[in-house]
């Protein structure tokens, strides 16, 4: 209960959660969203072209109906539970731990293994420039961050394994970071929804099979959680910093949560999220930019861009992709439209500023699509990020729900009016 002084007038905010407890959403419509979890997850196994993809496809479409079955014929509170542990089991246990087993996985999952064990080896996550200049394996190139490579510590510090595997701590990562993004958000019981979400396609899809994208993304949130908390901005500067040091994908998110304090709260209180988030970046990647900064940039921003003398193996038919493929001229349009995009949206942030947190994330949603679908090296996989932004930021707000409601009248004012009816201050008549 929060409450505010007007003059001689008050209002008193009570909070009213609209979204109920997992265990509360009808069953229709549990119902519904696992059935349609299932299909997904069925095409996936019976069209994909990756034998990876089938494998979680036929795994995950499994447990998706299985849930399903389970919220409808099991009305109990604990129907709801035995559901989501089905789809944990199917949709990230079972085809994770069989990959980590088997040493399967996306080229991603190796090259942050292989991060790891050049860090400890040779003091740094990325190869030498020399090295990539000789080589044609896209694989060579390590595209993330410093921060990033912490996720191939276990395997490189205790063999390969699969409680080491990277994806298991992208995982663990997620669901603690989520659930917390979700608490501090203001969404009730948060564990179920980080749990649903975490077991969701959203996020099991890329999770089973590569899952570099999955923690950042809940630091994402997290750090748009404490912006929405007044007073949150170093905390907020914190999560985005760590998020900024993992992949450069998160740096449209430091611009908009800028913008969004800068408005909302003034200058000071956007310096000191600026200062956390920089100061986080500047500890994370800035030995390695000193010490090598050829290999960071060409590792981090020319591959990325397909400037590099290999181009990355990331390829999906979206605009960007298949205009880049048509040549060199096709490459630069690709260039060019991306950085006129990043204009527009920038643009956008300063004649039409987000003034608060919803506003900021649906903006950051747009930038992150329109770069996705423009980038000349991209995967479906990518969509992650908007698809995780706004079912976060939807849960929050129905678990947030403000309503303004006029508080009592003070006790003077009571007895003024009373005394104007002809009544006495304690409700008795007068005379």
Known sequence: ???????????????????????????????????????????????????????????????????????MAWKARAGVDVALAAI??????????WMAWHGEGQPEVEVVARSARTLIHHGTPYQDPKVLNGTS?????????????????????????????????FGVVFLVVFAFALRVGGARDCLRWAVLMTASPIIAFELAVGGTDVPMVAFMCLGFAFAWRPGGELAAG?????????KATCWPALAVALVLLIVRDGKRAALRFCAV?????????GPFAVTGPGSLVKNTILFPLGLASVKSAAASPLIGHLIAQTGHVGHDIVVVLLILTGVAIGASLVVWPPRDVPAAMWRLVLGLSLMF?????????????????????LICQAGRREDIKPAPPPPLALARRGLARGVRGDGSPRG
């Not at 914190?238 to 993992?246: N, P, Q, T, V, Y």
């Not at 988030?277 to 990647?285: E, K, N, Q, R, S």
């Open 1 to 71: 209960m929060v409450e505010v002084r007007w003059g001689n007038s008050r209002l008193r905010w009570q909070s009213l959660p609209r979204m109920p407890e997992v265990p509360q959403i009808p069953r229709g419509w549990l119902f519904a969203a696992f059935a349609v979890c299932a299909l997904f997850a069925g095409g996936v196994s019976l069209f994909s072209a990756n034998p990876l993809h089938r494998l979680w496809g036929a795994a995950a479409a499994c447990a998706y109906a299985a849930a399903a079955l389970v919220v």
């Open 277 to 285: 988030a920089l100061a986080v970046i500047v500890v994370c990647v």
């Open 373 to 393: 679908v423009l980038a000349p090296s991209t995967r479906f996989g990518y969509f992650i990020y908007p698809a995780a932004l706004v079912g976060w930021l």
């Open 238 to 246: 914190l999560a985005l910093g760590i998020a900024s040091s993992m």
């Open 88 to 97: 944990v089991c199917g949709a990230i246990l079972v085809p994770l731990v």
């Open 137 to 169: 394996d896209p694989n060579a190139y390590n595209p993330y961050l410093p921060v990033m490579a912490a996720f191939g510590l276990p395997q490189a510090l205790f063999g390969s394994h699969p409680l080491t595997d990277p994806r298991v701590w």
